[in-house]
């Protein structure tokens, strides 16, 4: 049976705080008053993580709530903030993002530039580009990727977003990181010439990479090549 990956849903930048009190009702903005105290707490006590293995820092549970609390649309924004106000370290991203929901794994993703965590994290975007869920690809192809992941697995994200329908445009400083890269332009040609011997369209997004790959003068500063 074929799987059809889940419709892309476009990137949409974070919010502030500021910028959620505008759009937040009282209750609402009451909760997030109360999730943000909680997880300041935790960082200030450093109680980021399960004392006995079972129980769960109050502001995680707030975490998973944000979406009822405080609106979908809301939710990515909401999460992350709680992230970085808790100091998440990565037993807790990991936690959250291995048993979370989908939404509650992209939040992770989204809040990674604001946590910098090093390449540590790079797990939880190597997991999300071995999915087919495009809100998962797309988040995990943000800051954070171009700026740890290595060339190898960097090329990979850009294929999969060929493959899941993901618009290249999602790919962040995609053009500095595809200058000059002979094996990427390789891939993409053996890709594309895949897709026609199959009688498959060739994504218009390829074209534009592969134009992205000729040579240019800007030094990379991307990950090194592992030898």
Known sequence: MTH???????????????E???LLGGAARAWLDEALAEAAHAAAHKDTAPADGYAVPPWELRYAAAGRHC??????????????????GLPALTRLYE????????????????LEPGPAALPLVEDALRTNDTTLVTAAVGPYAAAHL???????????C?????????VDDLARRSRG???LARMLGDFASERIAAGRPVPAGLHHVLALTAPGPAASTAPTEET
């Open 181 to 183: 890269d002979a094996e």
């Open 150 to 160: 290595p060339p190898h697995g960097w090329r990979h994200a850009v294929l999969k």
């Open 20 to 22: 959620l009190d505008t």
């Open 99 to 114: 048993q979370g929901t989908a939404a509650e794994r992209r939040a992770v993703l989204l809040a990674l530039p604001a």
């Open 162 to 170: 060929l493959f899941t329908g993901v618009p290249v445009e999602a």
């Open 4 to 18: 059809t990956p889940k419709t892309h849903t476009p990137k949409t930048p974070l919010l502030t705080r500021e």
């Open 71 to 88: 609106g979908l649309e809301h939710a990515d924004s909401v999460r992350a903030l709680l992230l970085v106000e808790a100091h998440a």
